[in-house]
């Protein structure tokens, strides 16, 4: 069993940064890949970034966010740099057993991430 607990969402002006943590409790969270999602208004949830066997990056997001994971103190952790309003969505960090392959398409499989926080708000204002 693990628990995520994010932290770190808030208002910020475009162009600006922000960065989200996520707290893991449970002894087994390096048997876990991990990624940070989110879902804006109106549409579906979305894998912005994932980390197992190297980080995997929407395009929407590449050059601007970075995903870090520490495993000695059970924390994932999302770098966001020259945010967009359009980044504006709930921000989730989420783990899952690794999948055979790893690409960003497996990652990215919501229904195969069995754990979830309860998610952080990220508004970007223009």
């Known amino acids: 069993q693990l628990q995520l607990v994010e932290s770190g969402g808030g208002l910020v002006q475009a162009g600006g940064s922000l960065r989200l943590s996520c707290a893991v409790s449970?002894?087994?969270?390096?048997?876990?890949?991990a990624g940070w999602f989110r879902q804006a208004p109106g549409k579906e949830r979305e894998l912005v970034a994932g980390?197992?066997?190297?980080?995997w990056y929407a395009d929407s997001v590449k050059g601007r966010f970075t995903i870090f994971r520490d495993n000695n103190k059970n924390t994932l952790s999302l770098q966001m740099n020259s945010l967009k309003p359009e980044d504006t969505a709930v921000y989730y960090c989420?783990?899952?057993?690794?999948?055979?392959?790893?690409?960003?398409?497996?990652?990215?499989?919501?229904?195969?991430?069995?754990?979830w926080g309860q998610g952080t708000q990220v508004t970007v204002s223009s």
């Open positions: 449970g002894r087994t969270f390096t048997r876990y890949v």
């Open positions: 989420a783990a899952r057993p690794p999948p055979t392959t790893f690409t960003f398409a497996t990652m990215a499989q919501k229904g195969a991430y069995e754990y």
């Open positions: 980390i197992g066997r190297g980080e």
